[in-house]
């Protein structure tokens, strides 16, 4: 990989002509691409060593869905980031998606304007510009039992890691960076997804996105402690970092029914 290009990319995909014309953009974009017709000579290639800084990976493919291979990837320690293409715009599938461990999910009708800020956003919190390094006095940000490693983007709780993808990571540096501050659904969805955005699944569509992923980072803390609640909702609004006291303003009950409303709700 030259230094002016971006990142190299595995463009895993079964529709010759969508990899083509897809691979061709992208490295007119400044990204190295290598690709793949099928999940199993893309497993091989990192099998034998091969490397990438992200993974570009279609769901329907013949013989091993991509669902398939990114769970083969994840059992096998290639914790690379994933992003999915795909024609299923079905939310069923991209909650799948993202639990079994990919960073996004873009359907492929959205323009290739929309994917390259997708890309952007891991390239830039994987390596970090020159900008951010520059401002970064600490490497480690530390807020009561929080500690959070802006280096390598791993946090800790009570000196236990939790692990969490670099979204999931980018979501909670947010809020931890301005705790006790409330932060609206659409500024962790922009975070997410890029700024202006447009959510399916109606006007409200993205609430339920950021409920997902709010409610699977609360999970995964309170693996290493049941009692975690420092994730406040603030009803119709967003979330904040709270202290965990259950402070004013804030009801644990539907903190907890705005959890379950994930699995369901597409707007409030």
Known sequence: MT??????????????????????????EGYEVVTFDRGEPALDFFANGGSVDIVLLDWRMPKMDGIDVLRQMR???????VIFLTVLSDQIYEEAALAGGALDFVEKSRSLSILL?????????????????????????????LELRLD????????????LTLTEFNIVKL????????VSYREIYDLVHG???????????????????????????????????????????????????NGAGTDRSRDDADDVMADGAAAD
């Open 3 to 28: 230094d002016a290009t971006l990142a190299r990319v595995a463009l895993v995909d079964d529709d010759d002509l969508f990899r083509e014309s897809l691979s061709l953009n992208l490295a007119d």
């Open 152 to 163: 390598n983007s791993r946090a800790l709780w009570n000196g236990k890691r939790i692990d």
């Open 117 to 145: 800020k997708r890309m952007r956003l891991i390239v830039d919190g994987s390596k970090g510009t020159s900008e951010e390094s520059s401002e970064q006095s600490q490497p480690v940000h530390t807020l009561g039992n």
């Open 195 to 245: 700024k202006g955005f447009l959510a399916g699944y109606g006007p409200s569509g993205y609430r339920a996105n950021v409920r997902a992923f709010i409610k699977r980072i609360r999970q995964k803390f309170r693996v290493v402690d049941a009692e975690f609640d420092c994730i406040e909702n603030y009803p119709g609004f967003g979330y904040r970092w709270g202290n965990g006291s």
């Open 75 to 81: 059992a096998r320690g290639i914790d690379l980031p």
């Open 175 to 182: 809020m931890a960076t301005r705790p006790e501050e409330d």
